[in-house]
Nanobody, 119 residues
Framework: QVQLVESGGGLVQTGGSLRLSCAAS????????MGWFRQAPGKEREFVAA????????RYSDSVKGRFTISSENAKDTVYLQMNSLIPEDTAVYYC????????????WGQGIQVTVSS
């Protein structure tokens, strides 16, 4: 069973930075795609970024491209989301997610972590 645990959230001012971490366990993840999603109050959950476990093929939503960087550190079974130039619109609960590369949908989720950007 896949377990995903996020850490690193918190409160930051506009223009600041945060790094989220997602510790993964319960599987050998070499065939997995890892992702970050977020959900703001009153809004649907939205895709933020994804990466193959190997670290290849990072992709981003248009709203974070150029500001956020997703990466993986296989030796630590951890995926990161470096968030720079944060704006209040980035305020949300951020979720780590995983899917086997043969699946179309992410089917394992972390509990979520709050990120708040003050203006």
């Amino acid at each position: 069973q896949v377990q995903l645990v996020e850490s690193g959230g918190g409160l930051v001012q506009t223009g600041g930075s945060l790094r989220l971490s997602c510790a993964a366990s319960g599987r050998t993840f070499s065939s997995y795609v890892m992702g970050w999603f977020r959900q703001a109050p009153g809004k649907e959950r939205e895709f933020v970024a994804a990466i193959n476990w190997s670290g290849s093929s990072p992709r981003y939503s248009d709203s974070v491209k150029g500001r956020f960087t997703i990466s993986s550190e296989n030796a630590k079974d951890t995926v990161y989301l470096q968030m720079n130039s944060l704006i209040p619109e980035d305020t949300a609960v951020y979720y780590c997610a995983a899917r086997h590369r043969e699946n179309n949908a992410f089917d394992s989720w972390g509990q979520g972590i709050q990120v708040t950007v003050s203006s």
